[in-house]
């Protein structure tokens, strides 16, 4: 789950101009798929090969979430944490399950869905915001003068702002377990998350330093996701969303 905000080290006020803002704007994502995967699952490789689509086409936050239950088969993800698997059940939990699966993807932190189920996700990302579950606040993310800057839009209530540090790509040779002999290309796959801060529905700024995502192992981006909170614990809806990738994070 995402680690408490450390202002000191985290972030600081910061005024963004205008017109970099409206331009990130006009590229707002159409959502935010989370996938919830495992190396070690039989079903999960054409599930990471439609996250791998969605990451690739740019319209979508698409965010891969390994999770470690399934290492008791034989091969242990390389990419799992405890953290990820925590905040499948957490989201178990909002949904009312007594259970977890993959795959899985959640969509904009509001219903979930077979992650393999490539054409499903898209149509329920078109659906979602006729039904008023869209991405409705403005949320930018840029590198500038070493500094990660956020801004997030007005809007209604009180929500999280939580940032996703990712790998871009990474591809796994898999010696044991149910995939066995295979070789998977896994995109976005989410090293780290935080909470950097809180909204209240005003206009809201931060700025981080932008050597936390060169300090990360491999070549990747960020996500910043703007979450209510049902409880503590348990994550809501995503009001909005953006993700800085590849390309745009090394400038």
Known sequence: M???????????????GAGVAHAQEANAPKGVVE??????????????????????????????YHVDYWNYLGWADTLASKDNTAR??????????????????????????????LSGIRTRLDSLPKEGKGLDVPVTVEVKNDELRIHVGAGQGKANIVIA??????????????????????????TNMET????????????????????????GGCAVLLQRMKTADTPGAILGATVLAGDEASR
């Not at 950097?196 to 070549?219: C, F, Q, R, S, Y």
């Open 35 to 64: 996938l919830f995967t495992s190396q070690g699952c039989s079903s999960c490789p054409p599930a990471d090969k439609a996250l791998e689509t969605l990451a690739r086409e740019g319209k979508v936050v698409a965010l891969a």
């Open 2 to 16: 995402p680690r408490p905000y450390v202002p000191e080290c985290l972030a600081i006020l910061l005024t963004l």
């Open 196 to 219: 950097i801060g809180m909204w209240e529905g005003k206009e809201t700024n931060l700025v981080l330093p932008a050597d936390m995502l060169k300090k990360k192992e491999k070549p």
């Open 165 to 190: 540090y990712f790998e871009r790509e990474r591809s796994i040779n898999i010696d044991k377990g149910e995939n066995r002999g295979k070789t998977v290309n896994y995109w976005h796959a989410v």
């Open 88 to 117: 499948q059940y957490a989201y178990a939990r909002m949904f009312g399950r007594n259970g977890v699966y993959t795959p899985q993807a959640v969509l904009n932190g509001r219903e979930h869905i077979n992650g393999a189920d």
